[in-house]
């Protein structure tokens, strides 16, 4: 028996060295795009040639959903025979992310997506995921809670763009015929 298992762990220990082992290394890049629904996108490292590859797997592993145009990632990446690929992201600044431009409100006041009235108190809310592409996302108040639906429009009215997942706001929320819709948002102070 002790004769099979050995015998096992050397085939193991013989195929393990013949696949070839990739070297990793550190690298900072801004998102160059980002989409959630395709569930990748791209960032352009300063001193590489190239872009990084980023999957949306390695993105949720460090607990985000969705990353803004600009914001600024170092990773952990390897050289693969398609171009880098980020592996591992190690940390997250969205103080570089690209600012989205309110829409000029119409004359008559009218958004392409209705506002709703805000009822209460202000309450805290994470932003459980958010995709621009697609123009909304949700918001959680925790667990047991029924999810926010908050809308693109919304935030550039508010002026609360950029938004990525795990982000925290002040809401005022209002019902709308789908359920809880954010009607007024705050940024909390870090």
């Known amino acids: ?44 490292p300063a001193s590489e040639p190239g872009d990084i590859f980023l999957h949306l797997s390695c993105l949720r592993e460090a607990g985000h959903e969705f990353v803004a145009e600009g914001v600024s990632i170092s990773c952990e990446v390897v050289r693969r025979a398609k171009g880098l690929q980020a592996i591992k992201v190690l940390d997250i600044d969205t103080s570089t992310a690209v600012p989205f ?7 008559d006041n009218v958004t392409a997506h209705p506002a709703v009235q805000g009822e209460g108190d ?15 996302g949700f918001l959680s108040r925790g667990e047991g809670t029924q999810d926010v639906f908050v809308h693109m429009e ?21 019902d709308s015929e789908k359920g809880p819709q954010v009607a007024e948002i705050e940024r909390l102070e870090s």
Do not use: C
């Not at 082992?21 to 795009?33: I, M, N």
């Not at 431009?101 to 004359?107: C, D, R, T, Y």
């Not at 202000?122 to 909304?136: A, L, R, S, T």
């Not at 002026?159 to 005022?172: C, D, E, N, S, Y």
């Open 1 to 44: 028996m002790t004769a099979k298992i050995e015998q096992l762990h050397s085939k193991d220990e013989i195929q393990a060295s013949a696949e070839p082992q990739e070297e990793s290394f550190e690298l900072t890049g801004r998102v160059k795009w980002f989409n959630t629904a395709k569930g990748f996108g791209f960032l352009t």
């Open 122 to 136: 202000f309450v805290d809310v994470e932003v459980k995921w958010f995709d621009p592409v697609k123009g909304y």
């Open 154 to 174: 919304t935030l550039r009215r508010e002026g609360a763009l950029p938004i990525q997942a795990g982000q925290r706001f002040r809401v005022r929320i209002g």
């Open 101 to 107: 431009e309110p829409l000029p409100v119409a004359k």
